[in-house]
């Protein structure tokens, strides 16, 4: 089993810069692939982006590609979501979620994961 913590929410203006962070504990962070979703109120938990094992596969949902980036640090063991030209619908809590596989594919939907942090708001302000 592994543990996710999420940090680097907060409120900042549109057009502003957050960069989230993921950090897991538990078991080895490099057996995970590693994604971001995000649920606003009232909507569905929706997919940001996904991280293969190594690092060396991602994907973005259309609505973030260009403007977010994800990346992993699996010697510290921490996956990042890089998010700048933030816009008010952006606004949701953000979710970090981990899927134990063998090999190096990236997961897109939530039923691939099975563990998941407990969430940071991020707000952005127009």
């Known amino acids: 089993q592994v543990q996710l913590v999420e940090s680097g929410g907060g409120l900042v203006q549109a057009g502003g810069s957050l960069r989230l962070s993921c950090a897991a504990s538990g078991r080895t962070f490099s057996n995970y692939r590693m994604g971001w979703f995000r649920q606003a109120p009232g909507k569905e938990r929706e997919f940001v982006s996904a991280?293969?094992?190594?690092?060396?596969?991602?994907e973005h949902a259309g609505s973030v590609k260009g403007r977010f980036t994800i990346s992993r640090a699996n010697a510290k063991n921490t996956v990042y979501l890089q998010m700048n030209n933030l816009e008010p619908e952006d606004t949701a809590v953000y979710y970090c979620?981990?899927?134990?596989?063998?090999?190096?594919?990236?997961?897109?939907?939530?039923?691939?994961?099975?563990?998941w942090g407990q969430g940071t708001q991020v707000t952005v302000s127009s």
């Open positions: 979620a981990a899927d134990l596989t063998w090999g190096d594919s990236i997961a897109t939907t939530r039923r691939e994961y099975t563990y």
């Open positions: 991280i293969s094992r190594s690092g060396s596969s991602t």
